[in-house]
């Protein structure tokens, strides 16, 4: 496909994005055709492709719309049976008809996140120039340049401003990067178990699975789609050793313990004696299933750049002055990767600059992956907050 | 609107809190320290259309202010004030909490730097039924304002409304009004604290200026 003409000056040197086969449900769109989507490395990106789901009915002032923004390795898929694996979607206990996210009262969006491999431009998919997938050669992607893809999706929805953005540490920093570039265009935000900023811990858990991933001899400097063995044994490690840190050590030992699997004796040997073991290597298995290995690279990348001060002169708060966002903010006691701590100084760089500020550290001992469980209290605050706010604002 | 209903009665329930919102003009900004279940602080968004934010130490008390739409933060009056900016709020409410806190300069200071006015109240030492528990009874004191036993409470500051005024001048402030509350309720306005008045009054609020 050849698409130069001299009309089209924007997109010298921008990089096109043809989608790799998919057939998925929901909804695909074509972004960057006119102008090409700056990217915060440098490059240009457009045209390409992002998918992205809905749930309930945009009202006719189109005031309803909440955009639930998704983690790592999350998808649009939040609210339904997963079209791949089967599963029910990952925030099927909060979006929802009557839910803490109700759908019979807002009309609820998740994209799949740019770099992503539920149908959003990849490094999966293909390079109309060569012809082949991208690999490494897809530019590198930022939570800047992911949360400037949505907001074209919701340019092309017509949507003014949104009634809510809310999403899980991942989804947590694109909600704090709304709020931040767009606050105009966000009336309230949840971010939830996030951060302003990607610690070093969470980078060197973030090196370890890439290292997993780039050490598995299927990765072929991540040209491997034309062959019939994926990375799959890297990416598997990478996520046995990532979903440790979604836990806490209490969860661990209340769901385990020193449980041997399947056998009374241990087995003097290297198999999986105990459940713990067996249950990472599930986790590890079947997470391939769904996920490209280059993406997991690409997103784990844009997670640890992403550092709201540092584009404020190292500080915070001037990164919200003069906001009109209403914020509220969630914490989990247990949660040692996006510690309460993180969510603290978001809020003291939010009463630095007198902004409406929510925030609550929930009592659980399920770790990270609280915002994914069944956590009442999260969810009375979730709704308690959001019909609130929707009352106020006539919806 | 149920909550605001709610919240109305609960305030009229609580006669110090109605003597808080009282003091308050309309449409002014005003941090709640110490929120409780934001049952004050709701009255006044509604009542008197004030920016209100909320500090609540207790789960509990924070879900129930943000369940009802409030901007309440879980935290502590004496590690968070340090964060907001200087002349943030027209009056900043310190309700039956001074005698709890273990920097009661600090914070009185911290009160007064980010807020205009602060309007502080607590359980008088110096009320009657108090002194002839110690004295008559030999037993650390008790009182409907004062539940705890000397073991479970809380409070660490004993003070009473001469206490406060001592220190409030001492400190600088300026005083504004006093409203000084008996064991029925009732509430009388003072220009300054007599030696009565620190007979008779169960608890008392303060309304302090920097200057």
């Known amino acids: 496909m050849t698409t130069v003409s001299n009309s089209n000056n924007a997109h010298e040197g921008s990089i096109p994005v043809e989608p790799a086969v998919i057939d998925l449900p929901g909804h695909n769109i074509v972004l960057g055709e006119q102008v090409p989507l700056s990217l915060v490395s440098g490059q240009k990106l457009g045209p390409f492709t992002i998918s992205y789901q809905t749930y309930g009915k945009l009202n006719a002032d189109r005031s309803n719309a909440i955009l639930v923004c998704h983690a790592l390795t999350g998808d649009q898929f939040a609210a339904e049976v997963h079209p791949i694996t089967g599963n029910v979607g990952w925030w099927n206990m909060v979006v929802g008809s009557e839910l803490p996210i109700d759908t019979d009262r807002y009309y609820v969006i998740c994209i799949n996140v740019l770099g992503g491999c539920m149908g959003s431009a990849g490094p999966r998919d293909i390079n109309p120039k060569t012809g082949k997938q991208f690999g490494l050669s897809f530019p590198l992607i930022t939570i800047t340049d992911i949360v400037a893809a949505q907001k074209l999706v919701i340019d092309y929805l017509g949507i003014e401003k949104l009634f809510c953005v809310t999403g899980g540490s991942m989804g947590a920093m694109q909600v704090l990067e709304w709020a931040s570039k767009y606050p105009h265009r966000v009336s309230c935000a949840i971010p939830i178990a996030g951060a302003a900023r990607h610690s070093a811990q969470n980078i060197a858990f973030h090196e370890v699975g890439r290292q997993a991933i780039m050490s598995d001899p299927d990765w072929r400097n991540g040209n491997y789609y034309e062959n019939q063995e994926l990375p799959n044994r890297g990416l598997s490690v990478a996520r046995m050793a990532a979903h440790i840190t979604y836990m806490s050590d209490s969860a661990l030992h209340r769901k385990f313990g020193r449980e041997l699997q399947d056998r009374t004796n241990v087995s003097y040997g290297f198999e999986a004696d105990f459940q713990i073991e067996s249950y990472l290597r599930h986790q590890g298995n079947s997470f391939v299933e769904r996920f490209d290995a280059n993406s997991y690279l690409y997103i784990t990348r844009a997670m640890d750049y992403f550092d709201l001060a540092a584009e404020h002169d190292d500080v915070l708060a001037n990164a919200f002055l003069n906001t009109d966002v209403k914020f509220c903010l969630i914490s989990f006691t247990s949660d040692w990767l996006f510690p309460s701590s993180e969510s603290r100084q978001i809020v003291h760089a939010l009463n630095a600059v007198g902004a409406s500020v929510s925030f609550v550290e929930v009592n659980t001992d399920s770790g990270h992956d609280a915002f994914l469980l069944n956590e009442p209290e999260f969810f009375s605050i979730l709704s308690g907050f959001i019909a609130a706010a929707a009352d106020q604002s006539n919806i | ?211």
């Open chain 2, 1 to 211: 609107m149920v909550t605001n209903n709610m919240s109305a009665e609960k305030i009229r329930d609580r006669v110090d809190l109605q003597l808080v919102a009282d003091m308050i003009k309309s449409g002014s900004r005003v941090l709640d320290i110490g929120c409780g279940d934001g049952d004050l602080l709701n009255y006044l968004v509604h009542f008197k259309q004030v920016d209100g934010r909320g500090i609540e130490l207790s789960q509990e008390g924070v879900n129930k202010s943000v369940s009802l739409g409030l901007a309440v933060v879980q935290g502590d009056a004496e590690d968070d004030l340090k964060n907001y900016p200087s002349d943030a709020f027209d009056y900043v409410i310190l309700s039956q909490t001074l005698q709890s806190i273990y920097d009661v300069r600090g914070t009185l200071n911290e009160l007064l730097r980010i807020g205009q006015h602060a309007i502080v109240s607590f359980p008088n030492l110096g009320y009657w039924r108090v002194r002839f528990d110690l004295l008559i009874h030999g037993r650390s004191p008790m009182s409907e304002k004062l539940p705890y036993k000397w073991c479970d409470s809380p409070n660490i500051r004993f003070f009473t409304l001469t206490d406060f005024v001592a220190l409030a001048g001492e400190m600088g402030f300026v005083i504004h009004r006093i409203v000084s509350i008996n064991h029925r309720g009732h509430a009388t306005p003072k220009n300054s604290v007599g030696i009565w008045t620190n007979w008779l009054a169960e608890e008392a609020i303060y309304l302090l200026s920097r200057d």
